[in-house]
């Protein structure tokens, strides 16, 4: 089966293409790179041939609020127009749990956004929402890091996942049927946010502090205790941090 991964040199999208060809699928990695550019549309036509599953794994250049708003609904429109064309039977995409609850983030407006245009476009579907990966925590504390060098964080739940397992997940939805539906996907443990990074920076010796603010903002986002939480029935990776921190050294 011809699974097409845009993003497909990516963080996820370099693991589920080693993983579907491992597989016995015909997995065509597409971005920029390869001569494809959903923004633009140029190279999306000829890769989507003889395409069975279009995977969408990819993200925006610049989270800039116009900017991410214009990439995914751009990106989206113009690559479930090109699958139309085709005949491509099932779009896959990867999303953030809590994204409905984080609208006060340009970024999660965007992918709001592009979930809405997936769900209305008649294309059948399957949207994945994971929580966030292990490799993104390093994202986070910078996100957070005010100039006096300390890290503002809410004491809110986490439950995030290694981006091996999100690849695992997207894998098994893009060779399984559409669920016209999201299914949701989390790491096996689930920690206090600013306990995480506090842990985390002691144990590679980084010398911020992080600090205990419950109106400290997550990307624009004022938090809830279980915003970034998944729901009862969200499919749970193998991997621990432990084990992964340990790789990392």
Known sequence: MKVVVI????????????RLAEH?????????????NTLTGEGVAEVLEDAAVVVDVSNSPSFADDDVMTFFRTSTTNLLAAEKEAGVGHHVA?????TDRLQQSGYFRAKQAQEELIKDSGVPYSIVHSTQFFEFMKGITAAA????????????????ICSDDVAAAVGRSAVGEPLNGVVEVAGAETFQLDELIRMRLAATNDPRTVVSDPEAPYYGAQLQETTLLPGADARIGDIRFADWAAQQQ
């Open 94 to 98: 990867l999303s953030v749990v809590g």
């Open 7 to 18: 993003g497909g040199t990516g963080l996820i999208g370099s693991k589920l293409v080693s």
């Open 24 to 36: 016995g699928h015909e997995a065509v990695p597409a971005s920029p790179d390869s001569g494809v």
């Open 145 to 160: 890091t005010k100039d006096d060098n300390t890290v503002h964080l809410a004491p809110v739940k986490i439950q995030p």
